[in-house]
């Protein structure tokens, strides 16, 4: 639990404790009162309405409060079920995925794997899920051709590991247009990606 939800917990505590104020009989509180100071004059039934209303609006501002609260903590982490969502949509949307390549082996339309997998599981992510708090941790044996990456998110628990494996696919090569808009001479590779995940760590 964090702060926010601690902070939401307590102000429903204490609007618990005012509607428990406000539902004491005015009988009990003058016995109270007389046995604590016997000389203090008697409270009239109207200082005991105006109390009673007084704890209950008190009592409804801190369960708004609450209800808003809980709200904000949701939209601002992810959940087992958003997480785990998003990374099996992130999976069968970039298992098959065919990008290019420059003579280096980089990309041309991301700068990475884990950038690549970070974006669509934030894409995935779905309305009630922040579009930050994704981590993308590769790990030390990866190659061009072949990666696993780590996914967690704030707010959960739950880890997956994805399997990226690239292959040539010459049917996906590019070669833009010359400068006189004949054929071009430089071709970018083609490649495709398979992709698998699983729960838990790698």
Request: hydrophobic fraction near 35%; glycine fraction near 10%.
């Amino acid at each position: 639990m964090d702060t926010l939800d601690e902070l939401n917990v307590l102000s429903l505590v204490l609007a618990a404790v005012l509607v428990a104020m406000a539902c004491v009989k005015s009988d009990r509180v003058r016995s109270w009162r007389a046995n604590i100071n016997p000389s203090a004059p008697d409270l009239p039934d109207s200082a005991f309405v105006a109390a009673r209303i007084l704890f209950l609006t008190l009592a409804g501002i801190g369960v708004y409060t609450a209800v808003q609260g809980f709200g904000v903590s949701d939209d601002a982490s992810w959940s087992d079920g958003e997480l785990t969502s998003a990374v099996r949509q992130t999976t069968d949307d970039l298992n098959g995925y065919t990008f290019q390549a420059d003579d280096a082996g980089t990309p041309l339309g991301f700068p990475g794997y884990a950038s690549l997998i970070e974006d669509k599981i934030l894409e995935y992510g779905g309305g009630d899920a922040p579009g930050y708090g994704v981590t993308v941790d590769p790990a030390e044996t990866n190659t061009p051709a072949k990666a696993s990456f780590t996914i967690t998110a704030d707010g959960t628990d739950t880890a997956f590991c994805t399997h990226l494996t690239r292959t040539r696919s010459k049917q996906d090569d590019y070669t833009p247009p010359g400068i006189t808009g004949g054929e071009g001479t430089l071709t970018y590779q083609g490649y495709r990606l398979t992709m698998s995940s699983e729960e838990g760590e790698c």
